[in-house]
Nanobody, 123 residues
Framework: QLQLVESGGGFVHPGGSLRLSCVAS????????IAWFRQAPGREREGVSC???????DYANSVKGRFTTSRDGAKNTVYLEMNNLKPEDTAVYYC?????????????????WGQGTQVTVSS
């Protein structure tokens, strides 16, 4: 079965950190651009970061300097390290994969989507 599975979401106070993981099964992430998206209630889904198959990375302006994306080929996993979290980062976070270059901090048309993981930042 071809799928992406996210984990690592949770509740943190402002200024806290979380690391999200996106594990692929049934296919190799090495040949895909992997993007993290998020969607907050009542808002459109937005691209947070995208890492290309060659390692190039782009971030949304709202997370630059706070979020870091990386990939571990041996674990077939992509990570999103989130630091200095703010209440406005609260959303469901999804990873997605496309066998195509990144489109900014997102993708043109993802081939696979994960189920999402909730991140809540609140005092």
């Amino acid at each position: 079965q071809l799928q992406l599975v996210e984990s690592g979401g949770g509740f943190v106070h402002p200024g806290g950190s979380l690391r999200l993981s996106c594990v692929a099964s049934g296919f190799t992430l090495d040949y895909y651009a992997i993007a993290w998206f998020r969607q907050a209630p009542g808002r459109e889904r937005e691209g947070v970061s995208c890492i290309s198959d060659t390692g190039g990375i782009d971030y949304a302006n709202s997370v630059k300097g706070r979020f870091t994306t990386s990939r571990d080929g041996a674990k077939n996993t992509v990570y999103l390290e989130m630091n200095n979290l703010k209440p406005e980062d609260t959303a469901v976070y999804y990873c997605a994969a496309e066998r195509s270059p990144c489109l900014g901090a997102g993708l043109r048309a993802a081939d696979f989507w994960g189920q999402g993981t909730q991140v809540t930042v609140s005092s």
